[in-house]
């Protein structure tokens, strides 16, 4: 096996992406960490193909790197320094609301167009408010990704130790996951909106009732569409949120947007940061098969060390439904002149059928139909073949046993498992 030791000098990291094989990093002296997550000394870290990660040093350090990187070389400039600043004005905010029970602790939202590094900076700041024993809320609404879940869901969890290194898991609570359905804001932006009030709502709560999270305040993931119907929902974001701190990643014209958007909102204040030189541009096709080894994940665990189960459900058992546009009328019917009206968010009964193949569904917490767009979701189902003629489905379940609810919401991103 190719094995090769880097010396990576301090305040540089040494980038990495890993091709069609398995790479394993060990730091052998000094101090190295990964998005922000210390690497223990001595320890092997396996990183999966397709994998693009940097182990950065502020002191030094020589790692041993087992396999053949597609790429792999060291950098000296990094934006750590800049953001280590912010983390420290983050912890300023954290510790004033520490003392003070009427404050919340600093609530960030990360923004900028895709791939600058949004989910990086956020796995960053919160590993480096983490080591510091701050136990703050990540909230990943960047759909396209699942960096919580399932893509196509919203989700949220206090954080209790770092992201996984080799993974970029997070580790901590159960998380508050909440149903969207699609990899895209747009897809269905007033049921996006709704859902934004939703976790925002929670997050309030969860402040009310945490002392140690209020204290500590979130970090906020956004998706990279910043144009149009984009800009709009991100602009609701940081108002729903109430942010504090706007952090937009390499771009001017956002950065100047949001500005002037919030020049009025002085609890709110819009910082541009650079973004790294390591993050790497993905194309759609890597995004859509990122986005089927996230489902892989949740079914076998992103050390593939989980044993879903294949289960029968009949039809008779569940209900199955679909939150969308199924009654709004197509522009094709409409008189000429006439708009046609904001999406409306609505729940509508699925028959079972062949088109269920390959979906993902979302076992709800709902007791009611009427229940069904608020309640959070308490886990989801892989559709693996539909028997039509005998009213039941074969599903992949994160386990054996009952379902955890009897209504289930259909995703539109489905996953083609190889
Ligand atoms: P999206 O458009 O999907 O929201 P993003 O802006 O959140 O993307 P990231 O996911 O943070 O961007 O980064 C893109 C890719 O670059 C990821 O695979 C990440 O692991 C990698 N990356 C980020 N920073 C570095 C770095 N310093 N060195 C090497 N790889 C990096």
Redesign the pocket.
């Known amino acids: 096996m190719y094995t090769h030791v880097v010396r990576v000098n301090k305040e540089s ?1 040494y ?3 890993t091709g069609e094989t398995a790479v394993t990093v060990t730091v052998r002296s000094g101090h190295a960490e990964v ?1 922000g997550a210390e690497a223990a000394v001595g320890a092997s870290y396996v990183f999966a193909p397709h ?4 182990f ?1 040093t502020w002191h030094g350090a020589e790692l041993a790197v087992v396999g053949e990187p597609e790429s792999g070389y060291v ?1 000296g400039e ?1 934006p750590m320094p800049t953001y280590a600043n912010v983390h420290g004005a983050l912890q300023t905010l954290r510790g004033e609301a520490s003392t003070k029970a009427e404050l919340t602790g600093p609530v960030v939202v990360v923004a ?10 956020c796995k960053i700041l919160v590993n480096f408010a983490i080591r510091e024993g701050a136990a703050p809320l990540f909230v990943d609404l ?1 759909v ?2 699942g960096g919580i879940t399932v893509p196509g869901m919203l989700g949220a969890l206090i954080l209790e130790r770092p992201f996984e290194i080799e993974t ?1 898991a997070p580790d901590g609570s159960p998380p508050l996951v909440y149903f969207y359905g699609h990899a895209s804001p747009g897809a269905n932006a007033a049921f996006f909106e709704r859902m934004l009030d939703k976790v925002a709502g929670e997050a309030r709560e969860l402040f009310a009732l945490n002392d140690e999270v209020r204290a500590a305040g979130a970090v906020i ?1 956004t ?2 569409w910043i144009e149009g119907d984009g800009l709009r929902l991100l602009k609701e974001t940081i108002a729903k949120f109430q942010a504090d701190i706007v952090l937009v ?1 390499d771009s001017d014209r956002l950065t100047q947007e949001l500005t002037s958007t919030f020049k009025d909102t002085p609890s709110t204040t819009v910082v541009k940061l650079a973004k ?5 541009t ?1 194309s759609a096709t890597f ?1 859509r098969s990122a986005r089927s080894s996230k489902m892989k994940d949740y079914f076998y665990g992103p050390h593939r060390d989980l044993a879903p189960a294949a289960t029968t459900i009949y039809f008779r058992d569940v209900q199955i439904y679909r939150v969308g546009a199924d009654e709004v009328a197509p522009l094709s019917a409409l008189p000429i002149g006439v708009e046609a009206a904001a999406e409306p968010v609505v729940v509508s009964k699925v028959t079972p059928s062949n088109e269920l193949r390959s979906c993902i569904l979302a076992v709800s917490y709902a007791q009611s139909e009427d229940e069904l767009l608020d309640a959070n979701i308490a886990g989801f189902l892989h559709v693996q073949d539909v028997q039509v003629d005998k009213a039941k489905m074969m599903v992949l379940a994160p386990s054996q046993g009952e379902l955890p609810g009897q209504f289930l919401l259909v995703s539109d991103v489905q996953w083609f498992a190889d």
């Open positions: 990291e980038r990495f992406e998005f994998t693009k990660a940097a950065f950098a990094t900028g167009p895709t791939d600058v590094g949004k989910s990086s900076l960047d396209g990704q970029g993931n998706c990279g990643l790294s030189g390591g993050v790497v993905r995004r």
